[in-house]
């Protein structure tokens, strides 16, 4: 990023950083090269690309945007956010030790321990929120600290800040894993975190209409490792899906108000509501980590969850009733969507890992969008 852009606010640098006039025609959005190759002018010598699993213009534009939105140095694209989290997992070796949250994405959790685990890398799942402290778990052989703040599902708040200098004091990598807050509320480089992962086909992508993910950090020795496995393993995204992730990162920090404003009053009404037994948002005073998440975060974002009076078959049979909210997996997008977290975000995670955890049966999931709340309150009361 040049020092133009160094000293512009984020918003600012979402719509111009990888936006740069192109310089053939001028043209102000960067074009789409749906190209897999590059002729070259003698052989070994390319005019800057070779093959498109390796650099493509689109690509690079959307990940110059990446790493400026964020505020670090290196943004790489991948297909998904679970091949992004997988590229940093291969970074890795038999023997290595990872400090991972306990209530994580349930494609995560499913990753490390059906993939990870049986090649030999070893896992402790721990409760990160609040003041916790790291340092009685940390081992000779720890590598690797990984969380999601919120998480998905419980909204667990944890102090980014606290845990990264615990860690570094032993050497250890931080990765953040910032999908539910994105860059416009959280910004985890800046409390000291190493790497930041996403899945943008949230917030970042916006409109539910791609699966992507992406790995931004400013330590160029990761970086050059995770550049040399999604060249080596080709987990990349299409030249579209980059083109329209890249379109949806312009508007992020606008679409975060608004899911935040959202969100904020549909929980107000959840917790007034007779038929909710309790309701989980990070900006509720009601919230366990209120104070840290009002310190960590700069809004609530979009993502509530709340227990439902009644059993498991009753918040099965309310989350079918809905109108507007779609009744599916995901999040992020400007649709609102409603889900039971036990039976399908997190089905992979075993019964009685999720009832350890406290993930209950009688939860829901909301990701709040930006139709008119009042309709989206009607929504859900009739619903009930
Ligand atoms: O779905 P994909 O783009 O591969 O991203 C995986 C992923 C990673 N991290 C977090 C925090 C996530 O929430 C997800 C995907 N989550 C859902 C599909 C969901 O409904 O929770």
Same mark, same amino acid.
């Given at each position: 990023?040049?020092?133009?852009?160094?000293?512009?606010?984020?918003?600012?640098?979402?719509?111009?950083?990888?936006?740069?006039?192109?310089?053939?025609?001028?043209?102000?959005?960067?074009?789409?090269?749906?190209?897999?190759?590059?002729?070259?002018?003698?052989?070994?010598?390319?005019?800057?690309?070779?093959?498109?699993?390796?650099?493509?213009?689109?690509?690079n534009?959307?990940?110059?945007?990446?790493? *400026?939105v964020?505020?670090?140095r290196?943004?790489?694209?991948? =297909?998904?956010?679970? =091949?992004?989290?997988?590229? #940093?997992?291969k $970074?890795?070796?038999?023997?290595?030790? #990872?400090?991972?949250?306990?209530?994580?994405?349930?494609?995560?959790?499913?990753?490390? $321990?059906?993939?990870?685990?049986?090649?030999?890398?070893?896992?402790?799942?721990?409760?990160?929120?609040?003041?916790?402290?790291? !340092?009685?778990?940390?081992?000779?052989?720890? /590598?690797?600290v990984?969380?999601?703040?919120? !998480?998905?599902?419980?909204?667990?708040?944890?102090?980014?800040?606290?845990? *990264?200098?615990?860690?570094?004091?032993?050497?250890?990598?931080?990765?953040?894993?910032?999908?539910?807050m994105?860059p416009?509320?959280?910004?985890p480089?800046?409390?000291?975190?190493?790497?930041?992962?996403?899945?943008?086909?949230?917030?970042?992508?916006?409109?539910?209409? !791609?699966?992507?993910? =992406?790995?931004?950090?400013?330590?160029?020795?990761?970086?050059?490792?995770?550049? !040399?496995?999604?060249?080596?393993?080709?987990?990349?995204?299409?030249?579209?899906?980059?083109?329209?992730?890249?379109?949806?990162?312009?508007?992020?920090?606008?679409r975060?108000?608004r899911?935040?404003?959202?969100?904020?009053?549909?929980?107000?009404?959840?917790?007034?509501?007779?038929?909710?037994?309790?309701?989980?948002?990070?900006?509720?005073?009601?919230?366990?980590?209120?104070?840290?998440?009002?310190?960590?975060?700069?809004?609530?974002?979009?993502?509530?969850?709340?227990?439902? /009076?009644?059993?498991?078959?009753?918040?099965?049979?309310?989350?079918? /009733?809905?109108?507007?909210?779609?009744?599916?997996?995901?999040?992020?997008?400007?649709?609102s969507?409603?889900?039971?977290?036990?039976?399908?975000?997190?089905?992979?995670?075993?019964?009685?890992?999720?009832?350890?955890?406290?993930?209950?049966?009688?939860? #829901?999931?909301?990701?709040?969008g930006?139709?008119?709340?009042?309709?989206? /309150?009607?929504d859900?009361d009739?619903?009930?």
């Amino acid at each position: 990023m040049s020092d133009k852009f160094d000293k512009m606010k984020r918003a600012t640098r979402a719509i111009h950083v990888g936006s740069e006039p192109e310089p053939i025609t001028g043209a102000v959005v960067t074009p789409i090269f749906q190209t897999s190759t590059y002729a070259q002018e003698a052989p070994g010598q390319a005019r800057g690309f070779e093959y498109s699993r390796t650099d493509n213009p689109t690509r690079n534009a959307y990940e110059r945007a990446l790493a *400026a939105v964020e505020g670090g140095r290196f943004g790489l694209a991948f =297909a998904s956010g679970m =091949a992004a989290i997988d590229v #940093i997992m291969k $970074t890795l070796r038999p023997g290595d030790h #990872i400090l991972a949250g306990n209530d994580l994405y349930g494609g995560t959790y499913r990753l490390f $321990t059906t993939m990870f685990q049986p090649l030999g890398i070893e896992f402790d799942f721990l409760d990160f929120a609040g003041d916790f402290d790291l !340092t009685p778990h940390i081992k000779s052989n720890t /590598k690797m600290v990984w969380l999601e703040t919120p !998480t998905n599902p419980l909204l667990k708040v944890s102090d980014i800040a606290r845990i *990264a200098k615990t860690a570094h004091a032993k050497n250890i990598t931080v990765v953040t894993d910032n999908t539910f807050m994105s860059p416009a509320l959280q910004q985890p480089l800046d409390l000291g975190a190493d790497v930041v992962v996403y899945s943008t086909t949230k917030y970042i992508g916006g409109h539910a209409d !791609t699966v992507g993910g =992406a790995i931004v950090t400013s330590d160029e020795k990761l970086h050059q490792k995770y550049k !040399t496995i999604q060249n080596t393993a080709g987990a990349v995204p299409g030249p579209f899906d980059c083109f329209l992730t890249h379109r949806g990162l312009k508007t992020l920090s606008l679409r975060m108000e608004r899911h935040s404003a959202n969100a904020l009053e549909m929980a107000r009404f959840l917790e007034s509501h007779a038929k909710v037994e309790k309701v989980i948002y990070p900006f509720l005073k009601s919230h366990p980590q209120y104070d840290l998440a009002c310190q960590q975060q700069s809004n609530g974002g979009g993502m509530i969850s709340f227990i439902i /009076k009644g059993d498991a078959e009753k918040a099965a049979r309310m989350v079918a /009733k809905t109108e507007i909210f779609a009744l599916a997996e995901s999040l992020g997008g400007v649709e609102s969507l409603i889900e039971h977290p036990g039976i399908m975000t997190h089905a992979s995670i075993p019964a009685e890992v999720r009832a350890e955890q406290g993930l209950s049966d009688s939860l #829901i999931r909301l990701s709040v969008g930006l139709e008119d709340i009042d309709d989206l /309150k009607k929504d859900i009361d009739q619903a009930f």
